[in-house]
């Protein structure tokens, strides 16, 4: 099992370096990476640019019930959007295999371009 594992963490490191260059490919600064929403909580955003509150989520473990596939995982991501979007955070959501899409990058793209434009709606 251990070597799945290391297979899994490379190929999820693989995408990250291919998401982040085709970001920047797009015209759009680099996000930052694992970025705290809200002082008061725990839950930490993926990928985000803060200035104007977007946030890329990647929701690991959909198909194997891993974290983010089990009732717990839901659950809980639920309620981290509720408390997003009550903090003026706008969220797009991703599976580890959609994050290097053409689709997926216009997608952040043009929620970037939005955001740029209109600001991020107040606390």
């Known amino acids: 099992m251990a070597g799945k594992e290391n297979l899994r963490t490379n190929a999820t490191k693989r995408n990250e370096k291919l998401f982040l260059l085709l970001i920047k ?3 759009m600064p680099e996000p930052q990476i694992e970025v705290k929403m809200v002082d ?3 839950f930490r955003i993926d990928y985000a640019w803060p200035d104007i509150k ?3 989520e990647i929701q690991g473990g959909v198909y194997t019930r891993g974290a983010h596939g089990s009732i717990y995982g839901i659950l809980s991501g639920y309620t981290k959007a509720n408390i997003a ?3 003026g955070w706008r969220l797009l959501y991703y599976t580890p295999q959609q994050m ?3 689709e997926t990058i216009n ?3 043009e929620a970037y371009q939005w955001s740029k434009q209109n600001g991020s709606t107040p606390n």
């Open 25 to 27: 490919e797009a015209g």
């Open 40 to 42: 008061k909580r725990r």
């Open 54 to 56: 977007l946030g890329i």
């Open 85 to 87: 979007a009550c903090n």
């Open 100 to 102: 290097t899409s053409n």
């Open 107 to 109: 997608q952040i793209r």
